[in-house]
């Protein structure tokens, strides 16, 4: 490997994209790709499902969605950001927030009446994002990622650290940063005592983490993405 190309690599994995975001791959605007999704979630809201599971499922999504919601109130978009891996837990904790973005900004055809009426109808460009890699990163998650953070529009960094050193590192460069939603969910390791807002323990970078799925479980996930 050339020097230059290997400047590009470490650059990739600390701190930038591996690879540049095609425009052209995902023509959808990242206001277009929110409404669409939210479009998606409020029809399950809607529905009248048949079966218990499903009822809980909108339970549970109407509660994430009230996390979020309360969040977005909480922080500006400049202070807010999202960690992303490409797990299932991350998509539909993703896919909750763009839907609640989309609730906090008209739609396209009503942009335009409303314009001028309030600070809040300038719909964000994309949704700032960190990705630390895990120790052992297999092609196939890395490829995911960068495809479907091209596809919803996120402004992903990317640290091959720990996840202490590399959430450091994402503070550093990007300094705004308050709180993180993360997809940690009740049965995971650490998340019997979590609740849906919670600061970082003593020692390591200091943010609020927010838990939107903490009460999840994977026979819930909804058909959403």
Sequence with gaps: MSNENGEHAAAAANGYPAKPHSSESFPRSFQEVCHELKDKVD???ADDQ???VLR???KQLRASMGVVDEALARYSLEQISISYNGGKDCLVLLIILLAALARRYP???KASQTNGSNGTTSFPPEFQAVYIVSKHPFAEVDDFVETTSA???LDVKRY???MKDGLEAYLVDRPNVKAIFVGTRRTDPHGEKLTDFDPTDSGWPAFMRVHPVIDW???QLPPLS
Aim: glycine share 4%; proline share 5%.
């Design 151 to 153: 596809e919803y529009h």
């Design 56 to 58: 809980n499922v909108q």
């Design 43 to 45: 029809a399950f809201l």
């Design 50 to 52: 048949k079966t218990d």
């Design 107 to 109: 739609s396209p055809s």
């Design 217 to 219: 479980h994977y026979g």
């Design 160 to 162: 091959a650290m720990t």
